[in-house]
């Protein structure tokens, strides 16, 4: 008999940026998250018309998202915000699953493509806020070499991107430095 169980198949989209048009399956995304995951995600509770507007100015402040992506649907997603005005170029970055697809890799694999795309802008530093209880974030940011303190009731972890190796010199090509 044909198994139709799903419920542990390996999950079968892509990790990938998600484009200017897709604003819509963003907040999709948002708003299916269940209350405890938008209180972690958030660090409060949330409503739809705030998540709305927050996917909304996510896309107009030019916000790095990758998504978690089955058949066109956004199921996770991975978000860097730029933080203006600090000394190095700084990020903060978070994440969303929606809790069928919890615990199955898929936070782990949206991190590594998140610190990829870091990397790629020149952001030398990450900054990832959660609250104490949130297990989940605390190990993955762990697994990622974060250093993570707790302040005023918030857990706050670091994480510093290695720099894009420079060009390469090809024999008989002028260095691209200049004295
Ligand atoms: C945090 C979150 C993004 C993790 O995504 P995920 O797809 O479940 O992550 P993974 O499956 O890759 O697991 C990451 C690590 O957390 C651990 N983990 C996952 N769920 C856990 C849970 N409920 N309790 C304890 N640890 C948990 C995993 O074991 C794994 O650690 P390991 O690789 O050392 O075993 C997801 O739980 C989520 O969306 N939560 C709600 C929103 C949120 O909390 N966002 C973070 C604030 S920015």
């Not at 694999?109 to 020149?122: H, K, N, P, Q, V």
């Not at 250093?147 to 918030?154: A, K, Q, T």
Request: charged share 25%.
């Amino acid at each position: 008999m044909l198994n139709t169980d799903t419920r542990h198949a390996p999950p079968a989209g892509v990790i990938r940026h998600l484009r200017p048009s897709e604003l819509g399956q963003f907040k999709a995304h948002l708003l299916r998250l269940d209350m405890e995951s938008r209180r972690d995600r958030f660090n409060g509770p949330t409503n739809d018309a705030f998540l709305e507007s927050y996917a909304e100015r996510s896309f107009q402040r030019g916000t790095i998202v990758i998504g978690y992506v089955e058949n066109g649907k956004v199921l996770g997603a991975a978000e860097l915000h730029e933080c203006a005005g600090e000394p190095t170029p700084t990020g903060e970055i978070a994440f969303s699953v929606e809790r069928e697809l919890q615990h199955r890799g898929l936070g782990s694999l949206l991190f590594e493509r998140l610190i990829a795309s870091a990397r790629s802008f020149g952001y030398e530093k990450l900054n990832v806020t959660t609250h104490p209880q949130n297990e989940a974030m605390k190990r993955l940011a762990r697994k990622f070499n974060a250093s993570l303190r707790f302040e005023d009731g918030e857990t706050q972890g670091v994480i510093e991107i290695e720099p894009p190796l420079p060009v390469p010199a090809r024999p008989g090509v002028g260095s691209f430095a200049m004295a």
